[in-house]
């Protein structure tokens, strides 16, 4: 079935580069997302990447798509303080029902340290 | 524009009660998404509503969940006789057709 895993957790110095990865199973995804939740709060849109292509890059965020090994990572560049929060990836269900659902990996922490 | 809204933020309630979540969507936009964030279980997908068609409930963990969308826009999420695992942030999302999603803040549902 369809299936998305991150690490759990990533600890950075203040202005290092940031990368978080994410695996998924499903082949017939259309769209990949990251998005970020800050404590008590809903989720933001970052960004995110068409399955045909294999970069995007968005000010400070920079997507990789490698479809064959079915693997998504964000980098983010000058990493800040107020960066820490919980990062999702999600891939927009394909298959027949169409409906768009997101699947959901289990989030990424990422600790950013002064 | 206006987000994604949700109410109430938080709610707290006895087991066995019923609760009503609400969640206002972004104007204009066709499909409304229900998911749910639990420590145990992650971010899960519960119904989706797509202009008048019929929902895909497939999510929902039992039949105790329900939602309503009316009129195309408002919808309604109420959970009958919860039990101490429904506690969870009940979250929101709409879109363009199956376009790229938007969030509200989310509800913090807590069983007591």
């Known amino acids: 079935g369809e299936d998305v895993e991150q690490s759990l957790f990533l600890s950075v110095r203040e202005g290092d580069s940031s990368v978080i990865n994410c695996t998924y199973t499903d082949s017939s995804s259309t769209y990949l997302y990251w998005y970020k939740q800050e404590p008590g709060a809903g989720l933001q849109l970052l960004t995110y990447i068409f399955s045909n292509m294999d970069m995007k890059q968005d000010q400070r965020l920079t997507v990789l798509l490698n479809k064959k090994d079915k693997h998504l990572s964000l980098r983010i560049a000058d990493t800040q303080t107020g960066d820490s929060a919980i990062y999702f990836c999600?891939?927009?269900?394909?298959?027949?029902?169409?409906?768009?659902?997101?699947?959901f990996g289990q989030g990424t922490t990422l600790q950013v340290k002064p | 524009g206006a987000g994604v809204s949700q109410s109430p933020s938080n709610k707290v309630t006895e087991k066995g009660k019923d609760v009503e979540l609400r969640c206002d969507p972004i104007s204009g936009h066709t499909a409304l998404y229900w998911y749910r964030q639990s420590l145990g279980q992650g971010l899960e997908f519960l119904i989706y509503f797509q202009g008048n068609s019929a929902p895909d409930k497939s999510g929902l963990p039992s039949d105790r969940f329900s939602a309503e969308r009316t009129g195309g826009s408002v919808s309604t999420l109420t959970i009958q006789r919860t039990q101490q695992e429904d506690s969870a942030v009940y979250l929101c999302?709409?879109?363009?057709?199956?376009?790229?999603?938007?969030f509200g803040p989310g509800t913090r549902l807590t069983v007591l």
């Open positions: 999600a891939e927009k269900s394909g298959g027949s029902s169409n409906t768009g659902k997101l699947i």
């Open positions: 999302a709409s879109s363009h057709f199956t376009d790229t999603q938007y």
